[in-house]
């Protein structure tokens, strides 16, 4: 292959690049610092001291729109069914009865009544702790994940959510989620841990399980748009 063919495009890949570049709303940079704007407040200080400067994150492979982690569990027939579960009658010996029908759990589906692993919350209910002690395999189940909030769990409605791409850029860009849908994405399994985890036990170890001592940290598969591809149409300035 000569070297001139090896820097031609790639044909196929034109009309795509074309459709996504029509993605997205054209925003000026007024309108990107009114939001920006909007977004700082005081309540933002000390919630993200160690988050990554604007450089780091371009130097890095970042998942913007991550999608999954949504649980919408049934309510429990019954109180002694663990949390996310119901409670149905257990036969002497099962292979020689019917099963039940599907649809009870409302078309979703719920965890085994005979799973009772849970997470942990901390006194203020600000974090939660993946129980690790019997966690089975790499991937931590969604209703399972550790969590970690500043301010409470936001409640957003996605048809409102907007990302904005400003700053450094050529073309300040605003997306939906709708639009965010319509790139092509990539799946990848990581893992989590909060800088916290093990924080309690700076000093000596004091926690009575692995989950209480190091349960801030998760694994799952993480589905949505990099960011190098979110910052072909915008293009990053080269100022």
């Known amino acids: 292959m000569s070297a001139a063919h090896s820097e031609c495009p790639d044909i196929q890949a034109i009309p795509i690049e074309q459709a996504l570049s029509r993605l997205g709303e054209s925003i000026s940079e007024v309108e990107a610092r009114e939001v920006a704007a909007r977004e700082n407040c005081e309540c933002k200080k000390g919630m993200f001291a160690l988050a990554a400067t604007r450089r780091q994150l371009f130097g890095g492979a970042g998942l ?57 919350f901390n006194p203020t209910r600000t974090a939660s702790f993946t129980p690790l002690q019997t966690g089975y395999g790499i991937i931590t189940p969604s209703g399972l994940h550790y969590e970690r909030h500043h301010a409470g769990i936001p409640n957003i409605d996605p048809t409102k959510h907007r990302l904005i791409i400003h700053g450094m850029v050529d073309r300040p860009m605003k997306y939906s989620l709708a639009d965010l849908r319509r ?51 915008p293009c990053v300035s080269a100022r």
């Not at 036990?201 to 949505?224: I, Y």
Request: hydrophobic share 30%.
């Open 64 to 120: 913007v729109a991550a999608v999954g982690m949504t649980s919408i569990l049934p309510r429990a027939t019954e109180a002694k069914a663990p949390p996310g579960a119901v409670e149905y009658s257990v036969p002497e010996d099962p292979t020689k009865e019917q099963g039940r029908l599907m649809g009870d759990d409302g078309g979703y589906g719920s965890r085994s009544q005979f799973e009772n692993e849970v997470r942990w």
């Open 183 to 233: 790139f092509p994405t990539i799946s990848r399994t990581y893992f989590m841990e909060c800088s916290g985890t093990t924080g309690r036990e700076l000093m000596k170890a004091t926690e009575p399980t692995v989950q209480r001592s190091h349960g801030l940290v998760s694994t799952s598969e993480w589905t949505g748009v990099p960011l190098s591809t979110l910052l072909k149409p």
